[in-house]
């Protein structure tokens, strides 16, 4: 587990917190009052039925969506707004930018841009936005496309990789800005099933060799289980349930959440959860109807 | 006919001038109506309703005026408030302000057709507004405009026309004095020629622009693949054919 001690700012601030957030799309409220931090150097995954807002949450931290009242704030500092003498008011778009600078998102549609090739994809930012020299941005690119397995694909468009390999480089997109939090959404929601591992490895051994801190939604609850240290688990806005993901899918206190783990990963016929203890699965070949 | 090739010979290097005209006309219009459509289609997109209302209010007016009206206003009217212009600016800054506006209904429209996927991933970067339209979003565009403005930019080689009417000798005017020296078949028939010739050399050209654009996006081949008339493939296949 990554240590938040050799963080700058101290092990004590947290890299998210959500403080009374709320979110309303017109008259439906998707989060009333949400509070939650997110400790330096975690890997939190959301799980919860659909519709629960888990999607919102991050697009909330990636300022995609407004805040509706509350505060986010990212190491300490206000994102979006801030709490002046008990008056809530709306930071600049120059200090949003700045706060942005720290989190990375990666899409469940890869949104690599098709107007250039996969090198100018990953070092647009880095150059234009952080101010690196294009040589370095380069150098530096190169290394990630290596680590995603794609280093013979840096003068490909985008149009012309498989949905996977697009999604390995956003995800060499996004950590080429060497970011603080790394945002993912269903990231392998698109993708064919045969594919889904080789992006999820990737993103294991991402989790494995930084600190970066992680918010993470995912139906793959194997990859839950791997990569996070937290589970938050939602519904209707709220967190139902938390632990680390040993208690979580193991010894699983509400009873919600048994439903959604039955209903989400349990085998059909069996009912079996595919990591409890005990007589190891049996296959379904071996069931009989 | 012979007099009328004589006559065609005698005017013809005040027949060239005047296709001349209309070129710079439009390439001048052009240029205006280009500058125009892209400040206006961006500024109809701002979330600022003063801004928003400002170039929407723009934007229908120099549609909704005739071309005539405008050219006469800027070229008899102006003058009259103290602001002499010459013909020629005259006659460009009302083509360019009134096929503009209709272009920057299209700029507006396809920065609006590019998915909404690739704005949030310009914020995930932290991109500014600037950066993101510049770099991104502008670009895919351009791709999806260059239809529509093909077809505005041969309106607007036609609507050149108009502009004889304010003492300028562009190819029109000169057909008109040609159609003396000869006869109306004839001189409007070299019109006729004449301007479809411009409009498809402006068609090719545009043509050109879709083929690289859409080639930067990473779909059809490019530029040079496309001009190039000997084809690999088919060179097989037409020696394949000859055979059997
Ligand atoms: N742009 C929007 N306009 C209106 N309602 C929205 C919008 N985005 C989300 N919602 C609503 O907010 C609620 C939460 O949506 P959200 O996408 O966060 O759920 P989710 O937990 O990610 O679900 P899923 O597992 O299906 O992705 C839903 O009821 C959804 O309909
Ligand atoms: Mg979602």
Do not use: C
């Given at each position: 587990?990554?240590?938040?001690?050799?963080?700058?700012?101290?092990?004590?601030?947290?890299?998210?917190?959500?403080?009374?957030?709320?979110?309303?799309?017109?008259?439906?409220?998707?989060?009333?009052?949400?509070?939650?931090?997110?400790?330096?150097?975690?890997?939190?995954?959301?799980?919860?039925?659909?519709?629960?807002?888990?999607?919102?949450?991050?697009?909330?931290?990636?300022?995609?969506?407004?805040?509706?009242?509350?505060?986010?704030?990212?190491?300490?500092?206000?994102?979006?707004h801030?709490?002046?003498?008990?008056?809530?008011?709306?930071?600049?778009?120059?200090?949003?930018?700045?706060?942005?600078?720290?989190?990375?998102?990666?899409?469940?549609?890869?949104?690599?841009?098709?107007?250039?090739?996969?090198?100018?994809?990953?070092?647009?930012?880095?150059?234009?936005?952080?101010?690196?020299?294009?040589?370095?941005?380069?150098?530096?690119?190169?290394?990630?496309?290596?680590?995603?397995?794609?280093?013979?694909k840096?003068?490909?468009?985008?149009?012309?990789?498989?949905?996977?390999?697009?999604?390995?480089?956003?995800i060499?997109?996004?950590?080429?800005?060497?970011?603080?939090?790394?945002?993912?959404?269903?990231?392998?929601s698109?993708?064919?099933?045969?594919?889904?591992?080789?992006?999820?490895?990737?993103?294991?051994?991402?989790?494995?060799?930084t600190?970066?801190?992680?918010?993470?939604?995912?139906?793959?609850m194997?990859?839950?289980?791997?990569?996070s240290?937290?589970?938050?688990?939602?519904?209707?806005?709220?967190?139902?349930?938390?632990?680390?993901?040993?208690?979580?899918?193991?010894?699983?206190?509400?009873?919600?959440?048994?439903?959604?783990?039955?209903?989400?990963?349990?085998?059909p016929?069996?009912?079996?959860l595919?990591?409890?203890?005990?007589?190891?699965?049996?296959?379904?070949?071996?069931?009989?109807? | 006919?012979?007099?009328n090739?004589?006559?065609?010979?005698?005017?013809?290097?005040?027949?060239?001038?005047?296709?001349?005209?209309?070129?710079?006309?439009?390439?001048?219009?052009?240029?205006?109506?280009?500058?125009?459509?892209?400040?206006?289609?961006?500024?109809?997109?701002?979330?600022r309703?003063?801004?928003?209302?400002?170039?929407?209010?723009?934007?229908?007016?120099?549609?909704?005026?005739?071309?005539?009206?405008?050219?006469?206003?800027?070229?008899?009217?102006?003058?009259?408030?103290?602001v002499?212009?010459?013909?020629?600016?005259?006659?460009?800054?009302?083509l360019?302000?009134?096929?503009?506006?209709?272009?920057?209904?299209?700029?507006?429209?396809?920065?609006?057709?590019?998915?909404?996927?690739?704005?949030?991933?310009?914020?995930?970067?932290?991109?500014?507004?600037?950066?993101?339209?510049?770099?991104?979003?502008?670009?895919?565009?351009?791709?999806?405009?260059?239809?529509?403005?093909t077809?505005?930019?041969?309106?607007?080689?036609?609507?050149?026309?108009?502009?004889?009417?304010?003492?300028?000798?562009?190819?029109?005017?000169?057909l008109?004095?040609?159609?003396?020296?000869?006869?109306?078949?004839?001189?409007?028939?070299?019109?006729?020629?004449?301007?479809?010739?411009?409009?498809?050399?402006?068609?090719?050209?545009?043509?050109?622009?879709?083929?690289?654009?859409?080639?930067?996006?990473?779909?059809?081949?490019?530029?040079?693949?496309?001009?190039s008339?000997?084809?690999?493939?088919?060179?097989?296949?037409?020696?394949?054919?000859?055979?059997?």
């Amino acid at each position: 587990m990554p240590s938040n001690t050799d963080s700058p700012n101290g092990g004590n601030v947290p890299a998210i917190r959500f403080d009374d957030v709320e979110k309303r799309f017109g008259d439906t409220v998707v989060l009333d009052g949400l509070n939650f931090t997110v400790n330096k150097g975690d890997r939190v995954t959301l799980i919860g039925p659909s519709g629960s807002g888990k999607t919102t949450i991050l697009r909330l931290v990636m300022t995609l969506e407004e805040l509706s009242g509350g505060y986010i704030y990212i190491d300490g500092e206000p994102l979006s707004h801030d709490n002046v003498d008990g008056k809530r008011v709306e930071l600049n778009e120059k200090h949003k930018n700045e706060i942005r600078k720290r989190i990375g998102m990666v899409f469940q549609q890869f949104n690599l841009f098709p107007n250039m090739t996969v090198m100018e994809n990953i070092i647009e930012a880095p150059v234009h936005v952080l101010g690196m020299s294009k040589d370095d941005a380069k150098e530096r690119a190169r290394g990630l496309l290596q680590q995603v397995g794609l280093a013979d694909k840096e003068d490909a468009h985008p149009l012309e990789l498989s949905g996977g390999q697009q999604q390995r480089v956003a995800i060499a997109r996004a950590l080429a800005m060497d970011p603080e939090i790394l945002l993912l959404d269903e990231v392998t929601s698109a993708l064919d099933p045969e594919i889904v591992g080789e992006v999820l490895g990737i993103l294991k051994h991402v989790a494995d060799t930084t600190d970066i801190t992680m918010l993470i939604v995912t139906h793959e609850m194997q990859f839950a289980r791997d990569v996070s240290n937290r589970i938050l688990m939602f519904d209707g806005g709220r967190i139902v349930e938390e632990g680390t993901p040993e208690e979580f899918f193991t010894h699983p206190k509400e009873q919600r959440t048994r439903d959604f783990l039955q209903a989400v990963v349990a085998d059909p016929i069996t009912g079996a959860l595919p990591w409890q203890p005990g007589p190891a699965t049996p296959t379904r070949d071996g069931d009989t109807l | 006919m012979d007099s009328n090739i004589e006559a065609l010979v005698a005017a013809l290097p005040r027949v060239l001038d005047g296709v001349w005209i209309t070129i710079q006309l439009t390439l001048g219009g052009a240029a205006l109506a280009m500058v125009i459509a892209v400040i206006f289609g961006i500024l109809a997109r701002s979330s600022r309703t003063l801004v928003r209302g400002f170039a929407r209010t723009v934007i229908e007016f120099f549609r909704g005026t005739s071309l005539v009206v405008q050219i006469f206003w800027f070229f008899f009217v102006l003058p009259q408030l103290g602001v002499e212009l010459h013909p020629m600016a005259a006659g460009i800054l009302a083509l360019g302000l009134n096929y503009g506006a209709y272009a920057a209904e299209v700029v507006r429209g396809s920065i609006n057709s590019v998915p909404t996927g690739q704005w949030e991933a310009t914020t995930a970067l932290s991109m500014t507004r600037a950066q993101r339209m510049r770099r991104v979003i502008f670009p895919q565009a351009w791709a999806l405009m260059i239809p529509s403005l093909t077809n505005l930019l041969i309106h607007l080689l036609k609507g050149t026309a108009v502009v004889g009417t304010i003492t300028i000798t562009d190819l029109t005017f000169r057909l008109d004095s040609l159609q003396r020296d000869t006869n109306t078949f004839f001189a409007y028939g070299l019109g006729l020629v004449i301007y479809f010739v411009l409009a498809y050399i402006l068609t090719l050209i545009m043509n050109a622009l879709e083929v690289q654009a859409k080639h930067r996006l990473g779909r059809g081949e490019s530029l040079k693949e496309a001009l190039s008339l000997r084809s690999p493939d088919t060179g097989v296949e037409a020696g394949e054919a000859a055979k059997s």
